[in-house]
T-cell receptor, first 114, second 117 residues
Framework: EAGVAQSPRYKIIEKRQSVAFWCNPI?????LYWYQQILGQGPKLLIQ????????DSQLPKDRFSAERLKGVDSTLKIQPAKLEDSAVYLC????????????FGSGTRLTVV | AQTVTQSQPEMSVQEAETVTLSCTYD???????LFWYKQPPSRQMILVIR??????QNATENRFSVNFQKAAKSFSLKISDSQLGDAAMYFC??????????????FGKGITLSVRP
């Protein structure tokens, strides 16, 4: 079974620029999560999708972050404009359903904002 | 809201020895799941072990076992016969059993485990 694919692996941008991250979950997984992991901290949920609908985006800074999951498969997370404090690892995870505790994580994208 | 606390930022263990990583949590729910995840330098979160709160028996997975104390809200991970490949960040995490918006994982800050050869 192929894992959760994420790209790019690394990204360096200047503040106020925009950036996008891509995630392709495991085939058949209806639930997709984006987590933000700041250095020295545990991951924090940004947004959760069930198929192509948003279930929870209460922690997403909506003035600068946006995410979509068209067709209920792969997903894109965007930041525009980026701030220095957005430097973090962005992890994508998927599961068969929201009640399934069998999360599979991708390897993440490390974003550095300078 | 649920919180997860890992108060030890770093620990070190000699190869082949045993080490225990501590975790406490706070919740008002009576049923929930607890997890330990390993994060090596590759950054991918790998599930180490899972515990359902309604089960009194402590979970074990080969060299990994937990000490789950529900009343004390404590969930420690014991690694026996430590190996060099066990060196990584370890995160304790909590999850509500409900579906939908409450199915997210809440993580602690993590602990860096080093293994001395």
């Amino acid at each position: 079974e192929a894992g959760v694919a994420q790209s790019p692996r690394y990204k360096i941008i200047e503040k106020r620029q925009s950036v996008a991250f891509w995630c392709n979950p495991i085939s058949g997984h209806a639930t997709l999560y984006w987590y933000q992991q700041i250095l020295g901290q545990g991951p924090k949920l940004l947004i959760q999708f069930q198929n192509n609908g948003v279930v929870d985006d209460s922690q997403l800074p909506k003035d600068r972050f946006s995410a979509e999951r068209l067709k209920g498969v792969d997903s894109t997370l965007k930041i525009q404009p980026a701030k220095l404090e957005d430097s973090a690892v962005y992890l994508c995870a998927s599961s068969l359903s929201a009640g399934d505790y069998g999360y599979t994580f991708g390897s993440g994208t490390r974003l550095t904002v300078v | 809201a649920q919180t997860v606390t890992q108060s030890q930022p770093e620990m070190s263990v000699q190869e082949a020895e045993t080490v225990t990583l501590s975790c406490t949590y706070d919740t008002s729910e009576s049923d929930y799941y607890l997890f330990w995840y390993k994060q090596p330098p590759s950054r991918q979160m790998i599930l180490v072990i899972r515990q359902e709160a309604y089960k009194q028996q402590n979970a074990t997975e080969n060299r990994f076992s937990v000490n789950f104390q529900k009343a004390a809200k404590s969930f420690s991970l014991k690694i026996s016969d430590s190996q060099l490949g066990d060196a990584a960040m370890y995160f304790c995490a909590y999850r509500s059993p409900s579906t939908g918006a409450n199915s997210k994982l809440t993580f602690g800050k993590g602990i860096t485990l080093s293994v001395r050869p």
